[in-house]
Structures are given as C-alpha cells and as structure tokens.
C-alpha cells in the first residue's frame, strides 16, 4: 500500500531533550515536508526536500533541523525542544506531478513538558 | 508565504447542502486543492482545480472558482455524518520564484454535520 509513515503516533518529552520524527514514503517520490498543525493557524510548512541531499526552510524552520539521506526518508529533528513545539505534526510526499497534491501520514502529537 | 484564509467552523443538518469557503492571495498560475482531515488521521486529497477552470464536479462535491476574486469553494450535497471533519484548502502556485512543491494551506473549516 503506497504510504507515508511517520513515528511514533505520539510523543512526550522534555524541554531540551532531543528528538527526532521518523518519516518514510514507499512511492519513490521526490518531494517531502514537514508541516505543523495548530488550532487557528491551520498547516504551516517548516522544512521541505526536492530531492536527496537538497532541503530548504519552510514558514517556521526554527527550532527544527531535517536531513535527507535516502530518497524514502525524511526525519525531523528537534535538538533542543521548547514547549511552544507543542504541536500536531504531518510528514508529506509527493512525485512532484503537476496535479499531484501531496500524500500525508497520519501525524505525531508532540508535547513538550 | 502566501495567504489562504477559511471560516474555521461550518454546521449544516444531515441531507442538506455545505458550502465552504476559501480565499487566496497569489495570482500566479495555480492549482488549487480541497483536503479533508478526519479526527485523528491525516489530510486526503478531496479534489483540485487548475486556475483556468470555473468549476469541477465529481459526484457529491462541487468546486468553484472565482479567479477574478481569487475566490474558492467547496459545495457538498446531501451532506451526511460522514462528512463531519476539517477541510483545507491549499493553493500551489507555479510561479517562477516558486519550484512549484510550495503548498500554502488555509486555516482549515471544521464541518459539523447535524443529524
């Protein structure tokens, strides 16, 4: 089944210690990102890759690092987390096709305590 | 990043139509998207729009397009409980400053569907 899986589903931790998002997509598509979802500010676009090795900084990159190493794989990092990363966060893919919108996984619930 | 505003809440009884709303700020060659997001899932594609268009339908749902207004919406009929959940609407523009994979998504619209 053609897919983006994120992990974990949900996530407690503490300011300051790190974490890193997992996401991975069997569609061998180019395109990844990394949105946050927040009550009355909808999805805002943090990081997002063209392909391996090339990444570029959404609307609000601070605070967060990615890395693309392998087409499939786009993992989040959060090297020093704040409570105002609290959030509902969404990996997505696409192929980059000129009406493909992106597929999303089902999304990490972080609370930073 | 460009600006894509909604209504955030939306409440229509069960069999009636739903209307909502979207607008969006780049005039730039663009497609537009619907998503839906359940409770505790991600976003799916509904549906999309390419800015040359008017309208698409495909069965229950209806897009609009006002380009000259920069204006969006999505109609469902005969709504049902199933509906019930946020829609976002998502705008790509093709821009020549854009590499095209620039998606900017609204605030979503949380439809509830009374029975």
């Known amino acids: 089944e053609a897919q983006v899986t994120q992990n974990p589903r949900y996530l407690i931790t503490v300011t300051g210690k790190k974490l890193t998002v997992t996401c991975s997509q069997n569609?061998?598509?180019?395109?990844m990102s990394w949105y946050r979802q927040d009550p009355g500010l909808g999805l805002r676009q943090i990081y997002y890759?063209?392909?391996?090795?090339?990444?570029d900084k959404g609307d609000v990159p601070e605070g967060y690092k990615v890395s693309r190493k392998e087409k499939r794989n786009f993992p989040l990092i959060l090297e020093s987390p704040s409570p105002n990363q609290t959030s509902l966060y969404f990996c997505?893919?696409?192929?980059?096709?000129?009406?493909?919108?992106?597929?999303f996984g089902s999304g990490t619930r972080l609370t930073v305590v | 990043g460009e600006d894509v505003e909604q209504s955030l809440f939306l409440s229509v009884r069960e069999g009636d139509s739903s209307v909502i709303n979207c607008t969006y700020t780049d005039s730039s060659s663009t497609y537009l998207y619907w998503y839906k997001q359940e409770p505790g899932a991600g976003l799916q594609l509904l549906t999309y729009i390419f800015s040359n268009m008017d309208m698409k339908q495909d069965q229950r749902l209806t897009v609009l397009l006002n380009k000259k207004d920069k204006h969006l919406s999505l109609r469902i009929a005969d709504t049902q409980t199933g509906d019930s959940a946020i829609y976002f609407c998502?705008?790509?523009?093709?821009?020549?400053?854009?590499?095209?994979?620039?998606?900017?998504f609204g605030t979503g619209t949380s439809l509830t569907v009374i029975p």
């Open positions: 569609m061998n598509h180019e395109y």
């Open positions: 998502a705008e790509r523009s093709l821009s020549v400053t854009n590499t095209g994979n620039q998606f900017y």
């Open positions: 997505a893919s696409s192929s980059g096709g000129r009406v493909e919108g992106y597929t």
């Open positions: 890759s063209m392909n391996v090795e090339v990444t």
